[in-house]
């Protein structure tokens, strides 16, 4: 069993954090925070070093990596700014449902403007009076000639703004099936599309510089071909997209994680109280080693889950355990990181605070925690009846 990372894996973790050294100034992100405006140069200039879309194969303007890769690079994204990291990590959200289910065409057409930094992806799910339960569905595809005429809305959807290009809608289209998650499919909505429209949610705890909106299709018509894998079985294909998406996720909750834990150690050894670094009190080191060992055992986690990714292993109880870990590792030690900082750590200056809002979203999108808990216990326990 190996615990190391190749030499090309270390190569790209090297060539992400220099990015993040060399880009990530925080004269600029101070004023993106003021504006709440998205990162855009950040985002161009990751696309353009190949870190968006990673996992796309070459043909596709990606670089032919794997899960383990894409998660590497969200995790130093994270680490350098919870906040430009996050709209970096899932700028192409979603587009592995194209990736895994699209046909040559929808791959070749879509997937790589997002990898070249010429729009974000979007994945246009959940539903104002649903949430967490996917199996209802209230936005429908109804077949007329040959294109498919969607109306509906979804709420919370990422990346949903002036740079999106295109949404992959979780849709009815057989309202008999039963049950009713046998009826939905997934389909390919252009953003620009006549009846597409957008409302931003308003402000937000964390995640500020990310867009996020309320979208409606009103008689929105797209081609038949824009159906993305096979008609009435896009839970299914959303059920595997979430395995792999809940794995992203688990690493940009591991990268805040330590990114509020790298702030707070830099600031316990130089910070005196009591004629002595706080560094040397006994409470303060062994709050310092708890972080750390929380972040291990989850990266451990997170690691594991992308590594069995990469192997095949579709593992829904697994990527649940890490993404739920992960996201409470970065919560808890977001949290001590504010408590090391005292006073300065509640300050926007010291980052930290920032840290902790932007470390929350991580226990609710993707599947909150309780979903999360539903899937591991459901596989540990199987049907009971």
């Not at 968006?52 to 969200?74: D, R």
């Not at 972040?295 to 992308?306: F, P, Q, T």
């Not at 979903?371 to 049907?383: E, F, P, R, V």
């Amino acid at each position: 069993m190996q615990f190391e990372l190749t030499k090309e894996q270390v190569q790209i973790q090297k060539a992400v954090r220099d990015f993040v050294k060399g880009q990530f100034k925080k004269e600029e992100i101070h004023d993106l925070l003021e504006r709440h405006a998205y990162p855009e140069r950040l985002w161009k200039k990751a696309c353009e070093l190949g870190f968006v879309g990673i996992h796309f194969p070459e043909k596709y303007s990606g670089q032919g990596m794997g899960v383990m890769e894409n998660i590497l690079v969200a995790e130093e994204l994270a680490r350098g700014d919870s906040t430009v990291g996050t709209c970096l990590l899932i700028a192409d959200f979603a587009t592995e449902l194209i990736l895994h289910n699209g046909t040559e065409e929808q791959k070749a057409k879509w997937l790589p403007p997002v990898a070249e930094g010429k729009c974000l992806a979007c994945g246009a799910f959940t539903e104002p009076d649903h949430g967490s339960d996917i199996t209802k569905v209230e936005t429908t595809a109804v077949k007329q000639g040959n294109e498919w005429v969607i109306n509906g809305s979804k709420i919370f959807i990422t990346n949903s703004g002036p740079l999106a290009g295109f949404y992959n809608v979780l849709c009815t289209t057989d309202p008999n099936a039963s049950p009713s998650h046998r009826g939905l499919s997934i389909i390919l909505v252009e953003a620009d599309r006549p009846g597409v429209a957008y409302q931003d949610v308003g402000k937000k705890m964390g995640i500020t510089l990310s867009y996020t909106a309320e979208v409606t299709f009103k008689d929105v018509r797209v081609p038949l071909s824009n159906l993305i894998g096979q008609e009435n079985r896009g839970f299914y294909q959303l059920l595997h997209f979430f395995d792999e998406s809940r794995i992203l996720v688990a690493a940009q909750a591991l990268g805040i994680a330590q990114g509020g834990f790298d702030r707070a150690l830099a600031y316990v050894k130089q910070r005196e109280q009591f004629g002595k670094k706080i560094a040397q009190f006994q409470v303060t080191q062994h709050k310092i080693a708890d972080m750390a060992t929380k972040i291990e055992a989850a990266r451990l986690l997170v690691y594991k889950a992308a590594w069995n990714f990469d192997q095949g292993r579709i593992d829904p109880k697994l990527t649940s355990m890490a993404k739920m870990y992960a996201a409470r590792t970065a919560v808890e030690v977001c949290d001590e990181a504010i408590q090391l900082l005292g006073g300065y750590g509640y300050m926007q200056e010291y980052e930290v605070e920032r840290y902790y809002r932007d470390a929350k979203i991580t226990e609710i999108y993707e599947g909150t925690k309780e979903i999360q808990k539903n899937t591991i216990a459901g596989t540990l326990l199987g049907s009971i009846k």
